[in-house]
């Protein structure tokens, strides 16, 4: 038989070659025999957490931290799993154990900024990334975290820098691209059209350049008044990943039938969580929910606590039912389900230590839409604010927006018609729920926001229980972080100039205008009206 020494050996090896199921065996069996090694322990955990066995990933890891409480890596790699379990306070307080080891290595110090920015605590993430690239300074993923924390916080010459040095390090960081093109507007004296449109002719094979530069070069044109050009840009970088829209929007009409159909009706009063801290912000994205939270998180009594993922991940874990999007958790809970009260304590605890310092805090996960008659009854003293804007700029908008390659809840935004569908399935939803929840639900629009600012913001604040305060006019000045596809449009005063956007591109939007008005939206010119419950 081969020994203990032997067989960890082996599943090191797995563990270099990416074999999870593998390493995990190897790791399991060795434990019985040595119960008060740390290492057999890292090695069931960090396999688990690759296999998607959280709560068993937490547990393994949990036990390596309190055999060798100096291992810096692995209490990094227990607050990854603890992130990964929704459990927010208890990977912040990880975190800030791992930071205090002796020795941490790059890696680890990234996976600690991972996990502190995922806890809204975007200072302590930055720091950690800084430690990170001083640490491994050649890395240029670990310099594309710390630009884009840096640009969360409006440091956005710091992060055109970290962007560039990134660029420098490995010229195929097409992301970097990308996010340059995102951090300002460009201009005829100043940007990168002559360098993408070199480096897209380059890398015409590539897949992920064809995405990534494609995206970058329409932002810039578009910027520069080009948006002809701007629009086959944008089409041919989503193409690359349009087979994945119809699906999920295929899905998303199955969850919203049956949420409609299992909230048929009012809830019943009593029960829920009676805190009446949380401002949820809702809405499509693109919509004008992170400048509302901008706007409230301006006022002494808000705390912005960032786009959480924390009530979808409350019921995931009270369903017990795996989910892979957020459509699929919005339908999770077993019909019958009463614990209402634990939902939103439990839902309110994840969101410290970074709140309860304030009586109101905002929540922006524009998606969370989704959940609305369950935060009613979880949480029956939270505000809800969803933000409307005209849908063709809105589609237009999410079209032209890279979310995420890896979030399939965004798949929708690959396809400009499919992102049409997806908008008229989140108006359908909307309209029902202010039907069940009359009063409960204040729909804010853009376009009344930008025309009319202190009428409509007088009018949110009025909502959500808090006196007026003149800094909310000035949200540009406001210095929280902004962790959101807007980061850097939030730094910029009230401007038009997102207004009617749509109209620019002409005969181009005629097939997503013809899909929304046969779905009933009706599409004329924006007009200042007042933000209001329907």
Not at 417 to 436: A, E, I, K, N, P
Request: charged content about 25%.
């Amino acid at each position: 038989m081969k020994s203990a020494v032997e067989v960890f050996a082996e599943a090191l090896e797995a563990v270099e070659r990416g074999q999870w199921i593998r390493a995990q065996a190897l790791a399991e069996s060795i434990i019985p025999t040595a119960p008060n090694v740390a290492g057999p322990y890292y090695i069931a955990g960090i396999s688990a957490l690759q296999l998607d066995q959280v709560q068993h990933a937490v547990i393994r890891l949990s036990r390596a931290c309190a055999l060798e409480p100096g291992r810096g890596d692995y209490q990094a790699q227990h607050a990854r799993a603890l992130v990964v379990h929704g459990d927010l306070p208890q990977a912040a307080a990880a975190a800030r154990l791992a930071l205090q080891a002796p020795s941490l290595d790059a890696s680890a110090l990234d996976t600690l900024g991972i996990v502190l920015g995922r806890a809204a605590l975007h200072a302590e993430a930055a720091a950690a990334f800084e430690r990170a690239v001083a640490a491994r300074p050649s890395d240029p993923n670990l310099r594309y975290n710390l630009a884009t924390s840096l640009m969360f916080h409006g440091d956005l010459a710091g992060a055109e820098r970290e962007y560039e040095e990134c660029l420098r390090l490995d010229p195929r960081h097409w992301r970097a691209d990308f996010s340059i093109a995102q951090l300002r507007r460009q201009t005829a004296d100043d940007n990168h059209v002559a360098r993408l449109r070199q480096r897209l002719s380059r890398h015409a094979a590539e897949p992920g350049a064809q995405l990534y530069l494609n995206l970058a070069l329409a932002k810039e044109l578009e910027d520069l008044g080009q948006t002809g050009a701007a629009f086959d840009h944008y089409t041919s970088g989503k193409g690359q990943l349009g087979h994945r829209a119809k699906p999920l929007v295929d899905l998303a009409e199955r969850c919203v039938t049956r949420l409609i159909e299992r909230h048929a009706t009012s809830p019943p009063d009593g029960g829920g969580y009676r805190s009446g801290e949380p401002v949820f912000i809702i809405g499509m994205p693109r919509s004008g929910t992170t400048l509302i939270d901008r706007i409230i998180s301006s006022h002494d009594d808000v705390h912005p606590a960032g786009e959480l993922d924390n009530f979808g991940m409350q019921l995931r874990r009270f369903s017990g039912a795996p989910a892979r999007s957020l459509l699929e958790t919005a339908i999770a809970l077993p019909p019958g389900f009463q614990d209402w009260q634990r939902l939103g304590d439990d839902y309110v605890a994840s969101t410290r230590p970074a709140t309860g310092h304030t009586r109101r805090f905002t929540d922006k996960h524009p998606l969370n839409f989704l959940f609305v008659a369950d935060i009613a009854r979880a949480l029956p003293g939270a505000r809800i604010i969803c933000m409307r804007r005209n849908p063709m700029d809105t589609c237009l908008s999410n079209f032209r927006q890279l979310f995420s390659t890896e979030a399939v809840d965004y798949d929708y935004s690959f396809d400009l018609l499919q992102t049409g569908r997806y908008y008229l399935l989140f108006d359908r939803l909307m309209r029902h729920w202010q039907s069940v929840l009359p009063g409960r639900i204040l729909e804010v629009d853009y376009e009344v926001l930008v025309s009319a600012p202190e009428p409509t913001i007088r009018g949110v604040l009025e909502f959500c229980g808090l006196s007026w305060q003149e800094d909310c006019l000035s949200f540009e000045r406001n210095s929280a972080a902004a962790a959101s596809a807007s980061a850097a449009q939030v730094r910029s005063p009230l401007n038009r100039d997102s207004l009617e956007r749509w109209k620019r591109y002409g005969a181009r939007l005629d097939a997503l205008r013809s899909l929304l008005v046969a779905g009933g939206m009706h599409i004329a010119d924006n007009a200042p009206g007042i933000g209001r419950a329907r």
